[in-house]
């Protein structure tokens, strides 16, 4: 028996590297929620299929662990399963003790590439974990006036208003702690690389009111081009 966690893309079949795929085709049971199974739809063939929501998914591991036998096991991630993740892959250790991680690509590297962001001088940050985001809230401020460029999941949890920290909240809490968000550039992308793709290009201080799925990236641009011309001393005898 092998347990997988395993990262599928952000959402278009083509994003599935070839090595998840091949995880998947040998494996016999995957258990994901909608929108993931959605993605490698064309894999499932004949394997035996959950679907898991946040209400039922306790139930369903712990029934799949009851019957799993010698059978592979693979629970996929909408993007890199090493991202916004842990709390689900923690629970599948603490299951099936050891788990597989297989990574895939992001929908934050999809986001950075479209505006033209580098990650390696940028800030990632995720609000979409169930603890408290009041840290991540203070680091998104330090980022920002540190002078980073960065790449945000937000939180959509529209049933408790006070945990919902989307785009339009955001920008309101930036506003309240001083930030002139009428002069940042913001984009905001959803449901990347899938057919439902939309992106949003202003400033910060348009984002309120606006309401964005549950599939969002936001991308806030401070990158000033760097390019190796300025380090001329590289190659300089």
Do not use: C
Request: no cysteine; hydrophobic share 40%; charged share 25%.
């Amino acid at each position: 028996m092998t347990v997988y966690a395993l990262g599928v893309g952000p959402g278009s079949s083509e994003y599935v590297t070839d090595v998840a795929k091949k995880i998947i085709r040998d494996s016999d049971v995957i258990a994901g929620y909608k929108f993931t199974l959605q993605t490698i739809t064309d894999l499932l063939g004949d394997k035996e299929v959950h679907e898991i929501t946040m209400k039922n998914q306790e139930e369903v591991y712990q029934k799949i662990a009851t019957n799993l036998g010698r059978k592979n096991l693979v629970v996929p991630f909408t993007g890199d399963v090493n991202f916004s993740e842990s709390e689900v892959v923690d629970r599948l250790i603490e299951i099936f003790g050891n788990v597989e991680i297989v990574p895939g690509i992001s929908s934050i590297q999809v986001a950075a590439s479209k505006a033209k962001v580098p990650l390696d001088k940028s800030k990632v940050i995720t609000m979409h974990v169930t603890s408290s985001i009041e840290e991540k809230k203070l680091e998104l401020q330090k980022a920002l006036i540190d002078g980073f460029s960065v790449i945000l999941v937000p939180r959509p949890w529209p049933k408790m208003p006070e945990k919902h920290f989307m785009p339009s909240e955001i920008s309101l809490y930036l506003e309240k702690n001083g930030f002139d968000t009428s002069e940042m550039k913001v984009y905001v992308f959803e449901a990347l690389t899938t057919e439902k793709e939309t992106s949003f290009v202003g400033t910060v201080k348009e984002l309120q009111g606006k309401e964005f799925s549950d599939l969002s990236v936001m991308v806030f641009n401070q990158t000033k081009l760097d390019s190796y011309m300025n380090y001329k001393w590289q190659w300089k005898n």
